[in-house]
């Protein structure tokens, strides 16, 4: 049977940034123990239904996974490997943050089984670190950064983008700067003003104005010229990385690969006999616990997705990738045969614009502009 990649939602942090509508949650108390049981009854009731499998990786995301103490770590991992014997390493990944705190706990996660480090850098300037709310200073980024760089095999930062007032000689500045350590994977994220969180606030009061769509594609443009001076490139619309370095868990969720996501909030996409199963678990930290306390499992809501929704998604998804998606595992894994997923009127424009192509071995992939232009060309390909 197919691997299995594995998602551990956390969601608590130390603050809530103004912009994030993640399921992050600020408590002043946590029975950290209680949760972990939780997390591990979670995970048990998973394992029990999709039966033996390899465990391709493991993802500690949240909210703030650096919150954990190594401890968890260490039960969680044990546990996904006692459940689902990986064939060869997995990958391992815990997202931080550079604060002196959770820094200091990197080598415990390192002894717990962690392989790869994901830094929540998210901006190299400390006025921009300030806007965005985050805890720590770019001196504090750049340390962790060097730290992390000594501890694990594998390092990966975040960074924002498209920010008030952000021009390119700044920005390419700031890349240069972090690539300088030699890291083998950038998720780069544009700044957007989502809905229900201070942002928005501000937004709708005049206070933030984001850079328009052509500096924007100038940022974009400058990160992908500076990530190729030091052999990054973009495999994803927002991730790019040395060639072998590419995130294994999430090229799971755009190949659309089964995983399970166990912990508050955490969604999934559960093999079930010959079917595929969504799952979302419950959102509210303390309601998810107690239902996980009450009946086994966090579960909130369960889908059988049929061949049309599991094409859908697996469009928009594999569509993401440099790679593009293959016709025929895209019709083993959905049920549907590519060229019936597409809206043919779409495709025509899209290929007369030149924003993806058709390549000899079968498969369809957004050109450099497609993916620049993504959010509008998903609607016109995608019945």
Known sequence: MEPIALYVHWPFCLSRCPYCDFNAHVRERLDEARFRRAVLADLAFEAARVGARRLVSLFFGGGTPSLMSPETVAAIIDAARATFPPEGEPEI??????????????????????????????????????FLGRRHSAAEALAALDIARAIFPRVSFDLIYARPGQTEGAWRAELRTALAFGLDHLSLYQLTIEPATPFALAHARGEIALPDDATQAVLLAATEEEAGRVGLSFYEVSNCARPGAESRHNLAYWRYEPYLGVGPGAHGRVPVGHGLVATRRVRAPEAWLERVERHGHGVAEEEVLDPPTRAREALLMGLRLAEGVEAQAFRARTGVALEEAIDPRGLALAYAEGWVERRLDGVLATTAAGRLRLDALLPLLVR
């Open 93 to 130: 990944t815990l997202e931080a943050n550079p604060s002196s705190v959770e820094v200091a706990r990197l080598r415990g996660y390192r002894e717990a089984g962690v392989n790869r480090i994901s830094l929540g850098v998210q901006a190299l300037d400390d006025a921009a670190l300030a």
